[in-house]
């Protein structure tokens, strides 16, 4: 039995410059940090008393007895891209699917690594990550960018580096002082709106939105910088999510909705520097950067919404438990 614990992720700044028809030409970058909310992927061989083999539970049960009947898509096509037979996977999550963080990347990195490791192989986060956006971008067919397989298994607050050639996961290192007030001073507030990326991607494909992703690609300079110069009052950063968040609302129709806009409207009203709305639009969870003394005042104005109180991580994806078990695979 296999037991996996795979982050999710909060994407600060370059949002859509992680896109391959954009970075490929242009170049690419994005800013995010992993943080203490998980998805749980449990896995081991079917015992053979049943009439069925595989068998899978998530927001739904599936019980085949031939892969290709399996409905869900990445599951499908993970046990046939690494020659999965007779499982039981089960998944669970600290937070909701559709939600804006990497939930569906984050299941699929912990899903490749609970596959690997119980056929008694090693996969570095490289190999994962690469996995990951083969399985999604090109066996699954999904629109979307690379930064969510990447963020959910290599963990921490990195800089992602987009180019022709492929990406890079460079850390952003600052103090844990300084991290620690970052993280201080962000909230997260649940909206209770869900969505799928793919579909929000898919349809705003065809958009030429290269000028204003070129500026939020700039971003990513000034941002780091904020977070690596000690001299920098770090409250640029809130401000500077704002001016993101106001560029991204301009690179698609449903990056946002007029009930997202009058939430983040009261956010910023109440106090809040800045904030974005996380992942790729529709709905979701809606982060904001807030002083201490204007903390409880955003609190009470947002009240109506779920606060979720958290800290960063820098583990990444990783086995939690490992039983070997002898599996013998049925002479076809």
């Not at 056929?119 to 969510?148: F, H, N, P, V």
């Not at 990326?197 to 705003?204: G, I, Y």
Request: include cysteine.
């Amino acid at each position: 039995m296999i037991i996996t614990k795979t982050p999710f992720r909060m994407s600060f700044f370059g949002g859509g410059t992680d896109m391959p028809e954009f970075f490929k030409e242009h170049g690419g970058a994005v800013i995010s940090t992993t943080f203490d909310k998980y998805c749980y992927v449990n896995v081991r061989h079917l015992p053979r008393f049943f009439d069925y083999n595989t068998e899978l539970a998530y927001s739904k049960m599936e019980r085949v007895t031939n892969v290709e009947d399996i409905v869900h898509p990445a599951i499908r096509e993970a046990m046939k891209y690494l020659d999965m037979h007779e499982i039981r996977l089960t998944y669970e999550a600290d937070l909701p699917a559709r939600s804006g963080l990497g939930t569906s990347s984050s299941f699929a990195v912990g899903m490749l690594s609970a596959f690997y490791a119980l056929k008694g192989k090693y996969a570095d986060k490289k190999r994962l990550a690469d996995d990951a956006i083969y399985l999604e971008r090109t066996l699954c067919e999904e629109a979307g960018g690379w930064q969510d397989q990447i963020a959910a298994s290599f963990g921490g607050l990195n800089r992602i580096n987009f180019n022709a050639d492929g990406y890079t996961v460079d850390p952003i290192i600052i103090s844990p002082e300084r991290k620690k007030q970052l993280n201080d001073n962000l909230l997260l507030f649940f909206t209770g709106f869900t969505h799928f990326s793919a579909e929000v991607q898919a349809s705003n494909k065809g958009v030429d939105k290269t000028k204003e992703k070129l500026e939020m690609l700039s971003l990513v300079d000034q941002a780091q910088d904020i977070l690596t110069d000690k001299t920098t009052d770090l409250d640029e950063f809130g401000r500077l999510l704002d001016l993101t968040w106001r560029l991204k609302r301009q690179t698609g129709a449903k990056i946002s909705t007029n009930s997202i806009d009058e939430l983040y409207e009261r956010g910023i009203k109440a106090g809040a520097l800045g904030g974005k709305l996380l992942g790729a639009g529709g709905g979701g969870f809606l982060l904001f950067y807030v002083n201490p003394e204007k903390r409880e005042d955003v609190l009470c104005e947002m009240s109506d919404l779920m606060h979720v109180p958290f800290e960063f991580e820098n583990a990444g994806t990783r086995v939690i438990h490992f039983t070997p078990e002898t599996y013998i695979p049925i002479e076809k």
